[in-house]
């Protein structure tokens, strides 16, 4: 049976209740994370699940909410203790910034006791990230807006993706954070076992719109927008609909989806 564990269903800036992007995809050979926003590590320890026994983390963009959680999850790492590699999968941009990150918080590679290894994100291309986890990363515009007010010239920066998984012949997107639904069209142009999709950079109805009639087996909602507190059911009911009767969950924090 695999599994997917939300350690933070939350949106981009702190609300109760929620915490900030998280979750642990297992499956009964692999333990890995998709993203590291706060307080991931904290959230393991709850739900006993050490962080010298993750098989890799994968980091979908730069953002806070989805990095914020990655310093104290390395030092649990070292004060394990782990030995064996951690790889941690992001987007290019982030690998040099973050070995000087990790120096400034006291945490130098020297110190750590166990090699860790930054792998960029190639769109389009598989990677084994654990035994029998296979990830191919698509691109969303999640961060053009941005990059548009940051730093409009800027070429190598500001790249977001989403992660398409197979595991033990299932299928899981992640969403990750979109510019617009429309990020998924090529990637659910196929049938998927699960998606984990968030609903933080768009009205819930123009989500829904865009998934009618798509083969997805469930949706997970995560990431919510603030403004959709208390809201839940009234969403779910709306996407089951969207989905011809598809089993859909408001994913809470801690909450555990088996698939
Ligand atoms: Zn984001």
New binding site residues.
């Given amino acids: 049976m695999n599994s997917l564990l939300f350690l933070g269903t939350g949106p ?1 800036r702190p609300v109760a209740g929620r915490f900030s992007s998280s979750c642990v995809l297992r499956t009964p050979g692999a333990c890995v994370l998709v993203d590291a926003g706060e307080p991931c590590s904290q959230r393991l320890c709850e739900a006993q699940i050490s962080a010298a026994d993750l098989d890799a983390v994968l980091i979908t ?1 730069a ?1 806070s ?2 990095t914020g959680g990655l310093p104290l999850l390395l030092q649990a790492a070292w004060l394990a203790p782990r030995s064996r590699p951690l790889a941690v999968y992001l987007p290019e941009e982030l690998i040099e910034p973050l070995p000087a990150w990790l120096d400034a918080v006291l945490l130098p590679s020297s110190l750590l006791g166990f090699p860790l290894e930054f792998r960029a994100w190639k769109a389009g291309v598989p990677r084994e990230v654990a035994p029998g986890v296979e990830v191919t990363p698509f691109p969303t515009t ?2 053009d807006q941005l990059r548009q007010i940051i730093d409009p010239s800027a070429t190598g920066r500001f790249r ?1 993706y989403g992660l398409d998984a197979r595991c033990g012949g299932r299928r899981v997107v992640f969403s990750a ?1 979109l510019g617009d639904p429309a990020d998924l069209a090529v990637v659910l142009a196929q049938p998927c076992d699960v998606l984990v999709c968030e609903l933080s950079h768009f009205s819930p109805e123009d989500l829904f719109t865009f998934l009618k009639g798509r083969s997805v087996g469930q949706l997970i909602l995560v990431h919510l927008a603030g403004d959709l507190a208390g809201k839940e059911d009234l969403l779910r009911e709306a996407a089951r609909e969207a989905l011809g009767g598809a089993p859909v969950t408001v994913a809470r924090d801690g909450e555990l989806v088996g698939f």
Avoid: E
Wanted: glycine share 12%; proline share 0%; no cysteine.
């Fill in positions: 981009g963009h953002h909410d989805h999640h961060l977001a954070d």
